[in-house]
């Protein structure tokens, strides 16, 4: 039988749903795209603007939080799915290089972190 507990905003399954693992990607991918924009235009301010300008550093700050959110959704999705279950690209989220940018890491510690 089922067992199922409330955990806040979402129901913990005692058993994952078939197609779990398939949504949890798909989620994962959808917000890796949002990652994507987000890193980019974080990314650009960064090197392109000073930070000195009040706007800027307010504009970095709120892409960062933002980063920081996508980032735990992701985490969360996976975390959905049994570790027995998991497609083996579900582990690749969240990438480690989004997180060390968000922490305003620089490039070439980025580049040999993985290594």
């Keep these: 039988m089922d067992r199922e ?3 806040g905003d979402r129901k913990v399954h005692g058993r994952t749903e ?10 994962c991918q959808l917000i890796q795209d949002l990652v ?3 890193t980019c ?3 650009t301010l960064r090197t392109t603007c000073t930070a000195v300008n009040h ?3 307010n504009e970095i700050r709120t892409l960062e939080v933002k980063l920081s ?12 799915v049994p570790e ?10 969240p990438r480690l ?19």
């Design 5 to 7: 507990e409330d955990r």
């Design 18 to 27: 078939p197609g779990a693992a398939e949504e949890a990607l798909r989620q």
């Design 36 to 38: 994507d924009i987000c």
């Design 41 to 43: 235009s974080l990314r």
């Design 55 to 57: 706007l800027t550093r």
């Design 69 to 80: 959110q996508y980032m735990w959704t992701q985490l969360q999705w996976r975390q959905r």
């Design 84 to 93: 027995r279950e998991r497609l083996g690209a579900l582990s690749g989220y």
């Design 97 to 115: 290089e989004d997180w060390l940018l968000t922490a305003d890491l620089t490039p070439q510690f980025i580049q040999i972190s993985p290594s």
